[in-house]
Nanobody
Framework: QVQFVESGGGLVQPGGSLRLSCAASGSIVNFDVAWYRQAPGKQREFVARILKNGFVEYTPSVRGRFAISRDNAKNRAFLQMNSLKPEDTADYYC????????WGQGTQVTVSS
């Protein structure tokens, strides 16, 4: 079982940027890591994933604005978010892609002027 701690969220104006971090309690080298988000009143949704081999995939609404990365040596993953929009407002979570471990507390992102 690996546990995740997300950080880096906050309040940002539209068009701004944030960099989210995900710290894992154990090694992430053997699985794909993903970011998910849950907006108020909505279901949790997939945002981006990075495979063990470095291949990345994004949900269409963030493609070209977000960038996922990983540092296996430090058991960390990151989500660089640029050109943020109000519709990006949500709690953001990281986890193993597909076969989830327990969910962390998430980090709140609010995009508002």
């Amino acid at each position: 079982q690996v546990q995740f701690v997300e950080s880096g969220g906050g309040l940002v104006q539209p068009g701004g940027s944030l960099r989210l971090s995900c710290a894992a309690s154990g090694s992430i080298v053997n699985f794909d890591v993903a970011w998910y988000r849950q907006a108020p009143g909505k279901q949790r949704e997939f945002v981006a994933r990075i495979l063990k081999n470095g291949f990345v995939e994004y949900t269409p609404s963030v493609r070209g604005r977000f960038a996922i990365s990983r540092d296996n040596a430090k058991n960390r993953a990151f989500l660089q978010m640029n050109s943020l929009k109000p519709e990006d407002t949500a709690d953001y979570y990281c986890n193993r892609f597909g076969d989830f471990y327990s969910w962390g507390q998430g980090t709140q992102v609010t995009v508002s002027s």
